[in-house]
T-cell receptor, first 115, second 112 residues
Framework: EADIYQTPRYLVIGTGKKITLECSQT?????MYWYQQDPGMELHLIHY???????EKGDLSSESTVSRIRTEHFPLTLESARPSHTSQYLC??????????????FGNGTRLTVT | GEDVEQSLFLSVREGDSSVINCTYT??????LYWYKQEPGAGLQLLTY?????DMKQDQRLTVLLNKKDKHLSLRIADTQTGDSAIYFC????????????FGDGTTLTVKP
């Protein structure tokens, strides 16, 4: 069962459009992450958050931005999409209680194509 | 920085055992994970091992950890066609603010 939801699953848009990829989780997790997965299947961390009003850039530079106004919601926005943004975007969350380094729970991803 | 490496492809016959290997560089890794990704889906946690353990078994899955050599393996017994997927090794450590570092993924193909 999916406790972390991403919408839309697939998105095809034209260059220059503004888009927001949605991610919500119902597990009350403090930590949330956005990964970009390229065709070679490597995962690149582009943004993360350790709680409300906390956002950090990840290891891979990205032109996207994120916000964390509510614990359960971590949307990613591209102000002006370009073909180089074509990729799969995976959202994940993890718990801060229990294990110090808890495993990640992933959504099913949004496959974005920019034409 | 931290690095995690895996071989990219593995092909086995149905019923055989599969062994997927992973090496990592961070000597302060606290947890090591195996995730499975099926086509069109996100990653799903398969199993994890704490760094002070050297083996963990869960039904058909056996994880072996050689901390001295920084080598992790995942053995799948009696591999089935439904096991065909991409398998990611990942590690977390307190030196990386608890963030996970992923390998590039091993594509497992199971032939009938």
């Amino acid at each position: 069962e999916a406790d972390i939801y991403q919408t839309p699953r697939y998105l095809v848009i034209g260059t220059g459009k503004k888009i927001t990829l949605e991610c919500s989780q119902t597990m009350g997790h403090d930590k949330m992450y956005w990964y970009q997965q390229d065709p070679g299947m490597e995962l690149h961390l582009i943004h993360y958050s350790y709680g409300v009003n906390s956002t950090e850039k990840g290891d891979l530079s990205s032109e996207s931005t994120v916000s964390r106004i509510r614990t359960e919601h971590f949307p990613l926005t591209l102000e002006s999409a370009r073909p180089s943004h074509t990729s799969q975007y995976l959202c994940a969350s993890s718990d801060t209680t229990g294990l110090d380094n808890s495993p990640l729970h992933f959504g099913n991803g949004t496959r974005l194509t920019v034409t | 920085g931290e690095d995690v490496e895996q071989s990219l492809f593995l092909s086995v016959r149905e019923g055989d055992s599969s062994v997927i290997n992973c090496t990592y560089t961070d000597s302060s890794s606290t947890y090591l994970y195996w995730y499975k990704q099926e086509p069109g889906a996100g990653l799903q946690l398969l199993t994890y091992i704490f760094s002070n353990m050297d083996m963990k078994q869960d039904q058909r899955l056996t994880v072996l950890l050689n901390k001295k050599d920084k080598h992790l393996s995942l053995r799948i017994a009696d591999t089935q066609t439904g096991d065909s997927a991409i398998y990611f090794c990942a590690e977390t450590s307190n030196t990386n603010a608890g963030k996970s570092t992923f390998g590039d993924g091993t594509t497992l193909t199971v032939k009938p």
